[in-house]
């Protein structure tokens, strides 16, 4: 099976000074790779600059076999990427039901909620809320559920977990890997929270300084003790 | 807390501390350079001259109000209009220009106190809009009590003749720049010292500053009553110059005038003020010859208004960072761009 | 009594041309963080194309229209060309450009069509017609209160019921998140910049005939007016700029009445000082501080 995602010798900056030093990696279909790394290990940078927000100076990414060099931010939902920024980006002015609907808005005919709703329940109960009324828990909710309704190929995740209870936290998880295993869906998750990660990734990446400094079966990291105590912390 | 305040403030504006002209001896210098033009160019320019000088008083308290403090006010053309009706009132009472001269600063400072302590609860669009309404608004006062202003008709201004040794225009010319030349040297002393260090540091970082222990709405209150003050004699110095007022010299054109001059001219340096001075007549005058060689009543003054917002919009455009990279020294601002940038 | 329920009506007329172009202020404002100080520069333009089709075709309705599209084509344009290249990181730039966009608009249309007041016709009578034997509003002011109330609800329309308002209002609230989604943010910029200009076109073209008629600077009062409108609704709402336009035309509208025309500029300015010192985040803000 070819890869879903190819990233090559990605390099990028803000201004002059280099934030991710020649990073490659792959996602096959179906797969969720965890990036892991200390803050300012390049982690966000990464996200951003494979869904367009950021200019690579140098690097391929090439997704099911196009390239995505040069094309626009707002393209790449069309190509089969969402992207779920940092701080979850939830539209606070506007309602739940809103939000959704943004999602899938680039669509013709528009899909329907009804899948989402059924995914999140809470979302229906809060339906005619205003984001900035809901709970850190639901604003991740939200956030994912209208990347869903884009039906993308491959979610870009950047810390799902951020100032969630491990509760909440342990939920998403179990959500994603549940879509995983139901619609093949490939995830590209950033996190902080290695453990949580580690728990639901097929492969992990850990980031240091913007390079590469390993990369592994999930489950091959989690055991690497030396790795841990180097680069993750725990 | 005083010394904490110094160290701050000193790293702010440290660029602007390297050597710089004396003050006195530019004065004396465009002194000199003055009586030696009135001498030897032709009454027209002379009377130029003379009207460079009375914009330079306002275009150089403008500049230190916009380029370093930060405050935008479209409201200076109101000001001017202030001053100039005040002395016009004095001279027709009392026919006393010196005084007159004062009452008329006088005046426009207690009207630029009241706006400057509205100024400084606001910000941005909210003070634009504002000083906006000011500058609209004032002249229409005219109509309101036409008893005193004579509505659009305006008053003409009682004045003696000058001494017999010299033309009208020539007066005019030392009268003029005698007001900008001590305008000029007592902004660069201000703005030199602790209150323009103080003055920067509000429009740089209200919060470091006021962590420095600057009180930020009494800097900006100031520097508001001082730039009035020199828009009131720029206003009165007009008066002496058309030796007449009408609310139609003050339209909300004259303020944009003036600030397209100070942004053109390079914000917050009084070099800069002067050619923005230099501008605001040389350029209507060129535009006046255009409109006579075309034979276009209709081309005179709008050509020049095109001119002006044309080169406004270009010149804000090209220089990345609007405003403030047209401040001078650019060094100042080296931070800004980069604080917000994150990964 | 009666003098006071005309000038009720009255107020109300105006109001409701403050309201709208109040609401073209709030529409960019909540796009792009700019006030348009050239707000009332560029509605006078596209009135005084709207009056040169009217008076070359000798149908107002025409002129109406072609005023209209102008302030649209106007305002994607003045997006697309000049305000995209502003530089955001001071608030002062978008007012400075804007305020070199009033001269150069104020100074092509004298060159154009010279300096002088031009009457500009209104398409109803302007007498007031009695109602219950009181002489209270005319079939000029009904005309205003239908156009500026279909343009609200149109555009409430627009921005609630669309994908297109909701890629609007998407984008003028979160434009990084908005891309990320697929809306195409630049577009929905000139989009709102060209609606808030034919908006804006709508109320130039309503209120010349009420005042002396077409001339380059015909608007500055009236966009002060407006601006302390949408000042008073907070800027950041719609409902407050309608709201706030209605208010600030009634106080108008008895001052003028009762304590003579010329005293309203000033009434303007003080209203504008009271609003923007005493409520400083206008009637119905939720959050925000004056600085923005």
């Keep these: ?234 | ?343 | 009594m009666d003098r006071f329920l005309f000038l009720t009506f009255d107020g109300l007329s105006r109001g409701a041309v403050y309201a709208a172009f109040a609401l073209a202020l709030v529409l960019i404002w909540r796009a792009t963080r700019i006030v348009n100080f050239a707000q009332g520069a560029m509605a006078v333009a596209t009135a005084y194309v709207g009056y040169s089709v009217a008076d070359a075709t000798g149908s107002y309705w025409l002129g109406f229209a072609v005023a209209v599209l102008a302030g649209l084509l106007l305002g994607a344009g003045v997006e697309r060309v000049v305000m995209r290249f502003v530089d955001h990181s001071s608030p002062l730039n978008g007012v400075v450009v804007a305020l070199g966009l009033v001269l150069i608009i104020q100074g092509v249309l004298g060159m154009i069509y010279g300096n002088e007041f031009r009457p500009a016709e209104a398409p109803f009578s302007r007498d007031a017609f009695n109602i219950g034997g009181v002489a209270l509003l005319s079939r000029y002011d009904v005309f205003v209160f239908a156009a500026v109330g279909a343009v609200v609800v149109l555009l409430t329309l627009l921005f609630t019921r669309t994908p297109t308002g909701l890629r609007m209002r998407a984008a003028a609230f979160a434009p990084d998140v908005s891309r990320l989604l697929g809306v195409p943010v630049g577009g929905m910029l000139t989009l709102g910049w060209a609606l808030a200009a034919a908006v804006g076109s709508l109320a130039g073209m309503l209120v010349i005939p009420t005042e002396l008629g077409l001339h380059p600077t015909a608007m500055d009062v009236l966009f002060i007016s407006a601006f302390t409108a949408a000042v008073l609704g907070g800027l950041d709402s719609p409902i407050g700029a309608v709201i706030g336009g209605l208010i600030v035309g009634l106080v108008l509208s008895y001052i003028s009445g009762y304590l003579g025309a010329t005293v309203a500029p000033m009434a303007v300015l003080a209203l504008l000082v009271v609003v923007l010192l005493g409520r400083p985040d206008g009637l119905f803000a939720r959050s925000k501080a004056r600085t923005a």
């Excluded at chain 1, 890997?177 to 619609?183: A, E």
């Excluded at chain 2, 006195?24 to 460079?52: C, D, K, S, W």
């Excluded at chain 2, 001017?80 to 426009?108: D, E, R, S």
């Excluded at chain 2, 009543?297 to 002006?308: C, K, M």
């Design chain 2, 1 to 343: 807390m005083t010394a904490l305040k110094d160290r701050v403030t000193a790293r702010m504006v440290a660029p602007a501390s390297r050597r710089r002209l004396n003050p006195y001896l530019v004065v004396a210098v465009g002194a000199a350079l003055v009586v030696a033009l009135t001498y030897t160019l032709p009454p027209f320019r002379t009377y130029q001259l003379a009207t460079i000088g009375a914009y330079l008083c306002v275009t150089a308290g403008l500049t230190v109000l916009t380029g370093l403090n930060g405050q935008l006010s479209l409201g200076h053309g109101a000001l001017m209009a202030t001053g100039a009706y005040t002395l016009a009132l004095w001279q027709n009472k009392f026919n006393l220009l010196a005084v007159g001269i004062v009452v008329a600063m006088l005046v426009t400072t207690a009207a630029g106190l009241i706006i400057g302590l509205a100024a400084a609860r606001l910000r941005g669009p909210y003070l634009a809009g504002l000083t906006l309404a000011v500058a609209v608004v004032v002249p229409s006062i005219t109509s309101t009590f036409d008893e005193t202003f004579n509505s659009d008709q305006g008053l003409s201004v009682v004045l003696n003749p000058p001494p017999e040794s010299m033309t009208v225009e020539q007066w005019q010319a030392w009268l003029c720049w005698a007001g900008a030349l001590v305008t000029v040297l007592a902004l660069a002393l201000i703005t030199r010292g602790r209150f323009g260090r103080d003055m920067r540091a509000v429009r740089d970082d209200e919060t470091a500053a006021k962590l420095a222990g600057i009180s930020i709405a009494r800097t900006q209150v100031w520097t508001f009553v001082i730039s009035a003050a020199c828009a009131g004699l720029g206003g009165a110095l007009f008066a002496v110059l058309a030796q007449s007022v009408s609310p139609g010299a003050f339209p909300l054109t004259l303020s944009l005038f003036l600030l397209m001059a100070i942004v053109i001219g390079g914000l917050g340096r009084l070099s800069g003020a002067l050619i923005g001075a230099f501008l605001l007549v040389a350029l209507p005058a060129l535009a006046h010859e255009i409109g006579e060689a075309s034979g276009s009543q209709r081309l005179e003054g709008n050509l020049a208004l095109t001119f002006f917002g044309v080169v406004l919009v270009v010149v804000m455009l090209a220089a990345p960072g609007g405003l403030a990279s047209l401040r001078v020294p650019r060094s100042w601002r080296p931070s800004h761009t980069t604080r917000k940038k994150k990964h």
């Design chain 1, 1 to 234: 099976m070819s890869a879903l995602l190819e990233v090559d010798g990605l390099t990028v900056g803000y201004g002059a000074a280099p934030v991710l030093h020649d990073v490659s990696l792959t996602v096959e279909p179906g797969q969720i790779v965890a990036v892991l790394g200390a803050n300012g290990a390049g982690k966000t940078t990464l996200l951003r600059a494979l869904s367009g927000l950021l200019p690579p100076t140098r690097g391929r990414v090439v997704f099911d076999g196009a390239d995505l060099r040069g094309i626009r931010v707002e393209r790449m939902v069309r190509h089969g990427i969402a992207h779920v920024p940092e701080g979850r980006g939830v539209v606070t002015e506007l309602t739940v039901d809103e939000n959704l609907r943004l999602g899938g808005l680039w669509r013709k005919p528009q899909p329907s909620l009804a899948p989402i709703y059924e995914l999140f329940p809470r979302l229906a109960e809060r339906r005619g809320h205003l984001g900035h009324q809901l709970s850190g828990g639901e604003r991740q909710m939200l956030a994912l559920g209208r990347a869903l309704a884009a039906q993308p190929r491959l979610l870009l995740l950047d810390e799902p977990s951020l100032g969630l209870a491990p509760r909440v936290t342990a939920q998403i998880m179990a959500l994603l890997r549940d879509l995983r295993d139901r619609t093949g869906l490939a995830v590209l998750l950033v996190e902080q929270n290695v453990r949580s990660a580690l728990s639901i990734a097929d492969q992990g990446i850990v980031l240091s300084l913007g390079r590469i400094a390993a990369r592994d079966d999930a489950a091959a990291l989690a055991d690497d003790a030396d790795l841990r105590h180097a680069y993750l912390g725990f």
